[in-house]
Every structure is written in structure tokens, then in C-alpha cells.
């Protein structure tokens, strides 16, 4: 069975741009989580999907949004980008929701804000 | 709020050695608890976790880890590295009661194994 998938791998924006990440989950897999990941802030906690609604949200500004698909499939969007947003941006996706749940992540979008 | 901490950020063991690396959490409800791996490279990995039962949980490539409710710890355990064991370590937690999947991780060990 094919592993979570995130497109892109590497992306370079500017300050003020926005930008797209998306993910994939394992086939069958109808939960996405989206964390953030930098070297001094560790991993983050951004939000959750479960059947296309969003069920938790994480301590970030308005401008980090995301949506699900009915295929399971996620996107986040992060408008007005800022330095600080330079982060490798993980998606997790597992079974159901309600965290007694494996989560699997892929293999994550490198940020580079500039 | 949720927190978890690992106080060893850096260990360094030579093969054959025994590991414990410690994670303690805040948080005074019911609790999952998982340890992630990172090997170079490659993306986050579960290693083990524990949702309810018996304490002491067997996880992938000989580690194990032991709930103690006690003392709010879930410290992973190996008898002997190699090599291979050679990663970034990061434990998490997520409260039963909100029933959702927002982990909150530890700021990660990084295990550097000399062979």
C-alpha cells in the first residue's frame, strides 16, 4: 500500500506570497492531520481533518487554512507568508479520527520563505 | 494544556550499550502516548505506542517503552543499539478525553550510535 504522499517536496516563496501544500493519505485512510515541524518550535500541531470537516485546530494565525476532499486528499494554504514560516510542513494521515489513532506521515514540504 | 518533555537532547552511545531515553508529559487526564523515529532522511516513523493495558508496550527493532502513570513518564528502552539505531527520537501524547488526533510532541533526542 502506497505511503502519504505530499506535493511539493521543495518549494521557495517570497514574503507576502501565498502557498499550497498538498497531501495524499494512505487509500482507505479518511483522517489528515497537518504539523508544522522548525528547529526551534519542534513539531506543531496545525489542524485535522476528518470527512471533509475540519475537527481541531492548532494555536496559528488565520492566514493557515486547509480543506479536505471528498477523496480524503488535504491541501493547507498559508496566505501572506512570513520568515518565520520557513518550516518543514508534515501531513499524518490514519484510519478514523478520536486519537486512538496510528498516525502516518508522509514525507513532509520543505518551506523556504525569503 | 498538553506538554511533553525530553530532557536528553543529544546522546551519544557507543554499539552494543544500553538506551533510555526519558519523556514525561503534562497532562492530568487519560492519555495515548506514542514514540516517533526520524531516521536520517527518511520521515517520522512510529516505533511503538500505548493506548491502555499493560504498561510496558514492544515496539519495532527490539525498543520498548513503560508507562508510568505515576510519574507522567513513557521512557523508551533498548538493551543494545547498533548502528542503525542512529535517529531523532521524539515522543508524543494526545489526551483520550478530547478524542482527537492533535499529537503534542517532544522536542526530539537525537541518537548518535558509534560503531
Known amino acids: 500500500k502506497a505511503g502519504v504522499t505530499q506535493t511539493p517536496r521543495y518549494l521557495i516563496k517570497t514574503r507576502g506570497q501565498q502557498v499550497t501544500l498538498s497531501c495524499s493519505p494512505i487509500?482507505?485512510?479518511?483522517?489528515v492531520s497537518w504539523y508544522q515541524q522548525t528547529p526551534g518550535q519542534g513539531l506543531q500541531f496545525l489542524f485535522e481533518?476528518?470527512?471533509?470537516?475540519?475537527?481541531n485546530k492548532g494555536n496559528f494565525p488565520g492566514r493557515f487554512s486547509g480543506r479536505q476532499f471528498s477523496n480524503s486528499r488535504s491541501e493547507m494554504n498559508v496566505s501572506t507568508l512570513e520568515l518565520g514560516d520557513s518550516a518543514l510542513y508534515l501531513c499524518?494521515?490514519?484510519?478514523?479520527?478520536?486519537?486512538?489513532?496510528?498516525?502516518?506521515f508522509g514525507p513532509g514540504t520543505r518551506l523556504l520563505v525569503l | 494544556a498538553q506538554s511533553v518533555s525530553q530532557h536528553n537532547h543529544h546522546v551519544i552511545l557507543s554499539e552494543a550499550a544500553s538506551l533510555e531515553l526519558g519523556c514525561n508529559y503534562s497532562?492530568?487526564?487519560?492519555?495515548?502516548l506514542f514514540w516517533y523515529v526520524q531516521y536520517p532522511g527518511q520521515h517520522l516513523q512510529l516505533l511503538l505506542k500505548?493506548?491502555?493495558?499493560?504498561?510496558l508496550v514492544k515496539g519495532i527493532k527490539g525498543f520498548e517503552a513503560e508507562f508510568i502513570k505515576s510519574k507522567f513518564s513513557f521512557n523508551l528502552r533498548k538493551p543494545s543499539v547498533q548502528w542503525s539505531d542512529t535517529a531523532e527520537y521524539f515522543c508524543?501524547?494526545?489526551?483520550?478525553?478530547?478524542?482527537?488526533?492533535?499529537?503534542?510532541f517532544g522536542t526530539g533526542t537525537r541518537l548518535t550510535v558509534i560503531p
Open positions: 499524518a494521515s490514519s484510519l478514523g479520527a478520536g486519537g486512538s489513532e496510528t498516525q502516518y
Open positions: 487509500s482507505g485512510h479518511r483522517s
Open positions: 481533518y476528518f470527512s471533509e470537516t475540519q475537527r
Open positions: 497532562y492530568g487526564g487519560t492519555v495515548n
Open positions: 500505548y493506548f491502555s493495558g499493560d504498561p
Open positions: 508524543a501524547v494526545n489526551a483520550v478525553l478530547f478524542a482527537a488526533n492533535n499529537l503534542f
